[in-house]
């Protein structure tokens, strides 16, 4: 009996397709509103909506199947999409769900060099985008020369490309969901690139499916909840899980300079009840409440991830902003595996905040049941195969690897990259998250920061997380990144690059020694960052385009080896 159930699970069916849950809740509760998305033309009464319920989410996702089936896209095809974050671009993806097609996504803030390396990196056979993603393709040609099917979404027509506009085939038949095998390629999703070239990893059925279910087991996400996706590709999950999606007005490339009123607004016309976003966002977004004294009644949980948050941002959030009884979240993981591990803003303030600001790292919970996770001894080549003597001993500081139905199982088309990334281990695979951290004695993992920002001294390799602790406590910081400056790896010059507050910028010779002084004195006084002896001021930090939270600290140390003359 355990042999047949085994092999009906891996035998293909609609429903190991995430696009399944479409006509779910299409037939369940039809008239429920699935989807809102802002109409951009002002209004004096203000800002205005456009919707679909689930059933007219449906109907539109059947309609881009049969008119995309009818222009040759289908089961298996890679299918590079580039069109904004509204109703159009859930009802496509789904669209290329419900067809068995593989949707291939890329961040678009980038820059267009990156994003063409990725186009070329994917070699997509099918591409649909609005009228100026088009004229990429005729202007950088040899990037899409894998193209067969070129669709355009707009009212005008494109040179070389068909309109996306009503179905191909005249039918009110719905259109049925693709069956697949769990392992089936479902997307190819890009990394956005902050600590090397961006890759694409290769999604299954199987893990969407996965992270379906742990997001409802994890975070409550159901029926009767409205979600703000700041993160755009969050919302299909949300309608996935049968809730509402509330689109907000802002630049998803651009998540730290959103204007506050652009979240709050939504938040309160709709009720939401959990948000996904950028730490740096909702960093933005409590301090603007705060500050007005506005309280944000609906809404129950909060999930911030792509960077360390900081204990401030739960503080600021939990008592000034959330209602009695609301949660933050901080989910650990990675494009290539996710979610890892869950912690609550309470628990970090309760009992883990004081030694984070003493350069203990950031502590961000327990794997999740279905990960197991492990440190190991830190390596910077390939690990061709799993052993247990890697492991290191409780509270030492090595490389994260994590293995679970949340990995993922390689990189499009790289296979080198892949080889660096994984280690087999039997059947199984670990994914090496490129991280660095330590287990304490309750199983918690304190993130100490990425492998690649280590800083290898002459006198032993400090992490970034843990030393930027120190100096972001100071006043007049508003945060720092640790860099190595030298040729020689394993014995650099640390420097600290503070970025200070707006007002706390050093106007002159002598503000900037007694700022300088001020930091070395904090430093020189923890062991953590004694030997850190250089101090650089830099207006604005480079920082990643998805989250706008990661510190692009190779950029950071190009930049402080210029002006220290090395």
Same mark, same amino acid.
């Given at each position: 009996?355990?042999?047949?159930? =085994?092999?009906?699970?891996?035998?293909?069916?609609?429903?190991?397709?995430?696009?399944?849950?479409?006509?779910?809740?299409?037939?369940?509760?039809?008239?429920?509103?699935?989807?809102?998305?802002?109409?951009?033309?002002?209004?004096?009464?203000?800002?205005?909506?456009?919707?679909?319920?689930?059933?007219?989410?449906?109907?539109?996702?059947?309609?881009?199947?049969?008119?995309?089936?009818?222009?040759?896209?289908?089961?298996?095809?890679?299918?590079?999409?580039?069109?904004?974050?509204?109703?159009?671009?859930?009802?496509?993806?789904?669209?290329?769900?419900?067809?068995?097609?593989?949707?291939?996504?890329?961040?678009?803030?980038?820059?267009?060099?990156?994003?063409?390396?990725?186009?070329?990196?994917?070699?997509?056979?099918?591409?649909?985008?609005?009228?100026? !993603?088009?004229?990429?393709?005729?202007?950088?040609?040899?990037?899409?020369?894998?193209?067969?099917?070129?669709?355009?979404?707009?009212?005008?027509?494109?040179?070389?490309?068909?309109?996306?506009?009503?179905?191909?085939?005249?039918?009110?038949?719905?259109?049925?969901?693709?069956?697949?095998?769990?392992?089936?390629?479902?997307?190819?999703?890009?990394?956005?690139?902050?600590?090397?070239?961006?890759?694409?990893?290769?999604?299954?059925?199987?893990?969407?499916?996965?992270?379906?279910?742990?997001?409802?087991?994890?975070?409550?996400?159901?029926?009767?909840?409205?979600?703000?996706?700041?993160?755009?590709?969050?919302?299909?999950?949300?309608? !996935?899980?049968?809730?509402?999606?509330?689109?907000?007005?802002?630049?998803?490339?651009?998540?730290?300079?959103?204007?506050?009123?652009?979240?709050?607004?939504?938040?309160?016309?709709?009720?939401?009840?959990?948000?996904?976003?950028?730490?740096?966002?909702?960093?933005?977004?409590?301090?603007?409440?705060?500050?007005?004294?506005?309280?944000?009644?609906?809404?129950?949980?909060?999930?911030?991830?792509?960077?360390?948050?900081?204990?401030?941002?739960?503080?600021?959030?939990?008592?000034?902003?959330?209602?009695?009884?609301?949660?933050?979240?901080?989910?650990?993981?990675?494009?290539?595996?996710?979610?890892?591990?869950?912690?609550?803003?309470?628990?970090?303030?309760?009992?883990?905040?004081?030694?984070?600001?003493?350069?203990?790292?950031?502590?961000?919970?327990?794997?999740?049941?279905?990960?197991?996770?492990?440190?190991?001894?830190?390596?910077?080549?390939?690990?061709?195969?799993?052993?247990?003597?890697?492991?290191?001993?409780?509270?030492?500081?090595?490389?994260?690897?994590?293995?679970?139905?949340?990995?993922?199982?390689?990189?499009?088309?790289?296979?080198?990259?892949?080889?660096?990334?994984?280690?087999?281990?039997?059947?199984?695979?670990?994914?090496?998250?490129?991280?660095?951290?330590?287990?304490?004695?309750?199983?918690?993992?304190?993130?100490?920061?990425?492998?690649?920002?280590?800083?290898?001294?002459?006198?032993?390799?400090?992490?970034?997380?843990?030393?930027?602790?120190?100096?972001?406590?100071?006043?007049?910081?508003?945060?720092?990144?640790?860099?190595?400056?030298?040729?020689?790896?394993?014995?650099?010059?640390?420097?600290?690059?503070?970025?200070?507050?707006?007002?706390?910028?050093?106007?002159?010779?002598?503000?900037?020694?007694?700022?300088?002084?001020?930091?070395?004195?904090?430093?020189?006084?923890?062991?953590?960052?004694?030997?850190? =002896?250089?101090?650089?001021?830099?207006?604005?930090?480079?920082?990643?385009?998805?989250?706008?939270?990661?510190?692009?600290?190779?950029?950071? !140390?190009?930049?402080?080896?210029?002006?220290?003359?090395?």
């Amino acid at each position: 009996r355990t042999e047949v159930n =085994r092999a009906t699970m891996t035998q293909p069916s609609p429903t190991h397709n995430i696009a399944h849950w479409l006509p779910h809740w299409a037939a369940t509760d039809p008239d429920r509103q699935a989807l809102l998305v802002p109409v951009r033309r002002p209004s004096p009464q203000g800002q205005r909506w456009l919707g679909w319920t689930f059933r007219e989410l449906d109907e539109a996702c059947d309609r881009f199947a049969y008119t995309l089936r009818g222009l040759g896209v289908g089961p298996g095809m890679l299918s590079l999409l580039m069109v904004r974050p509204g109703l159009d671009f859930y009802a496509l993806t789904f669209a290329l769900f419900k067809l068995g097609a593989v949707p291939v996504l890329i961040d678009p803030g980038m820059g267009w060099r990156n994003f063409m390396n990725c186009v070329r990196q994917a070699s997509p056979e099918a591409f649909l985008g609005i009228p100026a !993603a088009h004229v990429l393709r005729l202007l950088f040609p040899r990037h899409f020369r894998s193209i067969r099917v070129a669709a355009v979404l707009g009212r005008l027509p494109f040179p070389g490309a068909v309109r996306l506009v009503g179905p191909a085939v005249q039918t009110a038949e719905p259109f049925g969901v693709h069956p697949v095998s769990p392992d089936d390629p479902a997307a190819v999703l890009f990394t956005t690139g902050s600590t090397g070239p961006a890759k694409g990893v290769a999604y299954t059925h199987r893990l969407f499916s996965t992270q379906v279910e742990l997001l409802r087991r994890e975070y409550g996400i159901g029926p009767g909840d409205t979600d703000l996706p700041c993160f755009p590709l969050f919302g299909l999950f949300s309608t !996935a899980l049968g809730a509402t999606a509330v689109i907000p007005d802002m630049d998803p490339s651009r998540p730290a300079h959103v204007d506050p009123r652009r979240i709050v607004e939504p938040v309160l016309a709709h009720r939401v009840t959990y948000s996904f976003g950028s730490p740096t966002l909702w960093a933005r977004v409590g301090e603007a409440c705060a500050a007005r004294g506005q309280r944000l009644p609906s809404l129950s949980r909060v999930i911030m991830a792509g960077a360390p948050v900081a204990a401030a941002v739960h503080e600021i959030l939990l008592e000034r902003v959330l209602p009695a009884g609301a949660q933050t979240y901080t989910p650990y993981g990675a494009t290539e595996a996710l979610p890892v591990t869950n912690f609550t803003g309470r628990e970090m303030l309760a009992e883990t905040a004081v030694a984070t600001r003493c350069g203990a790292g950031m502590c961000v919970g327990r794997p999740l049941p279905e990960v197991t996770l492990r440190v190991v001894r830190v390596t910077d080549g390939a690990i061709e195969r799993w052993d247990d003597g890697l492991v290191l001993p409780q509270g030492q500081v090595g490389e994260v690897v994590v293995r679970g139905p949340v990995v993922t199982t390689h990189y499009h088309r790289l296979p080198e990259a892949t080889r660096l990334a994984k280690i087999r281990d039997g059947e199984a695979l670990w994914h090496r998250m490129g991280d660095v951290g330590y287990l304490d004695e309750r199983g918690r993992l304190w993130f100490c920061g990425r492998m690649a920002h280590r800083v290898q001294t002459a006198a032993g390799t400090l992490y970034s997380v843990c030393c930027e602790a120190i100096f972001n406590a100071e006043t007049g910081v508003r945060r720092s990144a640790l860099v190595g400056v030298g040729a020689e790896r394993a014995r650099q010059v640390p420097v600290i690059v503070i970025e200070p507050t707006p007002d706390a910028f050093p106007a002159s010779a002598r503000e900037r020694t007694a700022f300088v002084d001020r930091l070395l004195a904090a430093g020189a006084a923890n062991p953590v960052t004694r030997t850190i =002896r250089h101090v650089l001021f830099h207006r604005a930090f480079p920082v990643d385009i998805r989250h706008n939270a990661k510190i692009r600290r190779d950029l950071l !140390a190009q930049w402080a080896a210029k002006h220290m003359g090395a």
